[in-house]
């Protein structure tokens, strides 16, 4: 149980209830990046290769991506820290861009997603105050509600942002967007694409088993497949390519996507490719040890369990993420030869503070 006096500090309690609902979201849109620039002043803020560890927070997150042979670099990440100035929350992000302008389209996400998250998630909850006396206390179900209302809203409003982006073409382009908030027991993730999100639990036994806790949305998924014939748009896999589902324009002027949900790609939004995520959450427990977020590079070739016992085994917390990246990559050239490796890029957040271990609070290997 949250009461509502401790979730409406930091960004929340800079708006004014009582101002107009357009005023609202320019002060709200201006202290989110105010907190964002603080956060990146106090390196609470990742979006490069490396660790990051508040001393306020039980959380360590460990950050690595590679680059593969197709080119520059389409992956990226992003962690805050201390989210909104909240000393029990955590923003995590992992982008995969596709297309010409794939690696502008992910970093432009990743640059305007945690803001808007952070403006929307004020806003809802400074308007479910109107609705509940100030005394009460917001369960599981509320907090989670007032999250995946401000999910909804930040995804629609950056693909929105990014169809109007006036330097960078989307046509063609688009990326994935897997993110997720730690908000002390509660996390809750939003998913668009193929990337995914694995939880490393302790069983019954005494061994770590993973929980998927995203869906892969490949354009073959029955209630994918049936949005996008619905649409006028086609799924099917090339002779060369068996396996690999598609979706397609009716016309088939276009390349297909392998991928049924998409910031950007406006060529296929009108035959039934969605930017909409699926939002679902999780209470953790002392049982749930790490969470891993990964683009499509890692689990082209590494298994859920592979990478769960990667990662666990791995002496140093915070060489984790660049070790599973390690894994995935010699995997690539041993089960994909002759097959291009793909951009690999990987998050682990770790959820309860090892003694063993002390880090500085950013430190880039």
Not at 55 to 66: A, C, M, P, T
Not at 125 to 148: C, P, V, Y
């Amino acid at each position: 149980m949250v009461q509502f006096p401790s979730l409406l500090n930091g960004l929340a309690r800079t708006i004014s209830i009582k101002k107009g609902r357009n005023c609202r979201k320019d002060v709200g849109k201006e202290a989110a990046e105010a907190l964002a620039n603080e956060a990146r002043k106090n390196e609470l803020m990742l979006s490069s290769s490396g660790i990051v560890n508040s001393n306020r927070s039980s959380n360590l997150v460990s950050v690595f991506s590679k680059r593969g042979q197709k080119g520059v670099n389409q992956d990226c990440f992003i962690v805050w820290e201390e989210f909104g100035c909240q000393e029990d929350m955590i923003f995590c992000g992992i982008f995969d861009g596709h297309g010409p302008w794939g690696h502008l389209v992910a970093k432009m996400v990743r640059e305007s997603m945690p803001s808007t998250l952070l403006c929307n998630w004020q806003e809802t909850l400074a308007q479910t105050s109107l609705n509940l006396d100030s005394d009460m206390e917001l369960d599981g179900n509320h907090r989670f509600d007032i999250w995946k209302r401000s999910y909804l809203k930040t995804y629609a409003a950056v693909d929105q942002v990014l169809e109007q982006h006036p330097r960078i073409n989307s046509f063609c382009s688009g990326t994935t967007a897997l993110t997720i908030v730690r908000q002390g027991d509660l996390i809750v993730v939003a998913n668009v694409g193929d990337s995914r999100a694995v939880l490393a639990t302790t069983s019954d036994d005494g061994s770590l088993v993973p929980i998927q806790l995203t869906v892969d949305f490949k354009p073959n998924l029955p209630q994918e497949a049936e949005r996008i014939t619905q649409s006028k748009g086609r799924v099917f896999c090339l002779q060369d390519e068996p396996g690999v589902y598609r979706v397609w324009m009716p016309n088939g002027e276009t390349s297909g996507l392998a991928i049924s949900r998409a910031l950007g790609d406006y060529c296929m939004k009108d035959f039934g490719l969605i930017s909409v995520p699926e939002v679902t959450q999780r209470n953790i427990t002392n049982s749930d040890q790490f969470a891993i977020l990964a683009t499509d590079g890692v689990w082209d070739v590494i298994s859920n369990q592979e990478a769960v016992q990667i990662v666990s085994s791995t002496p140093d917390r915070e060489k984790s993420a660049k070790r599973l990246v390690e894994c995935a990559a010699r995997a690539w050239k041993h089960k994909k030869g002759g097959i291009a490796v793909d951009d690999i890029s990987a998050v682990c957040l770790f959820f309860h503070t090892s003694p063993s271990q002390e880090v500085d609070p950013v430190k880039l290997p």
